[in-house]
């Protein structure tokens, strides 16, 4: 029997798919990945998002959550839409959130407030986070450090720092989302991985960005979530079997699901 495989992260309600979302996601199943966790972004996309995973219920699943690129001058409105949705639904994670300050630092300050908020709320509710950090690797897992000690848990979205980092974020309890970096070449990221245990990771395509090798340069799918498996495999010098197997037990373990 194929292994099965979930996507802990990807973006399959963004406009990139708007044409054949239905076949994006039949062949993701012919992958055998059978669950795709939506991160929620700001609130020009949630009525997209909810309107997927309502089209495909236990199969598409919703975070919510403000993506750190995503504050901006209005932060205290769209943080208010949040906090709305999750005091009247469920949801599987806060996410994603975090810290980017890659394009831009105008709001350094504001980002920093809505990842405290956001993860005060994720604790609340004893919810996971779903965390992205650009530019800012130290400053973020600094930020996680006093809510995982409270019970915090959740996953650092695409990573692709060093060894030290990824020692930093498991001894914290947290997972590592492992996407299609992973295939580069110069990445860096299978030595980075070199002492961290299949136990403490999840794999990811964060489509449509982050293409895995042989297709980068294209746009990102779900269903090349196997190749970013079978390279994983290959780091670990293990077999797609075991990945698959210990992957799938970690995203149903911290999503709950």
Known sequence: MAPILIDTHTHLYSEEFTGDIDA??????????????LPS???????????????YPGVCISMMGLHPCYVKENVHDELAIVEKWIAVRDFVAIGEIGLDFY???????????AF???????????????????NAMQETIEMVKPF???????IFHCFSGSAESAKQIVDLGFY?????????KNAGLPEALENISLSHLVLETDAPYLTPVPFRGKRNESGYLLYIAEKLAEVKQTSLQEVAAITTANAQKIFGS
């Open 24 to 37: 994006v996601i039949a062949r993701a199943q012919h992958n055998n990945v059978q669950k795709f966790y």
């Open 41 to 55: 972004i700001d609130s020009n996309s949630l009525e997209d998002m909810l309107a997927l995973e309502k089209k």
């Open 103 to 113: 394009w831009d630092k105008t709001f350094v300050e504001q980002q920093r407030k």
């Open 116 to 134: 405290e908020t956001q993860m005060e709320w994720a604790l609340a509710k004893k919810w996971p986070i779903v965390i992205h950090t650009r």
């Open 148 to 154: 995982a000690k409270r019970g915090l848990r959740g």
């Open 176 to 184: 590592l989302g492992i996407g299609g970096v992973v295939t580069y």
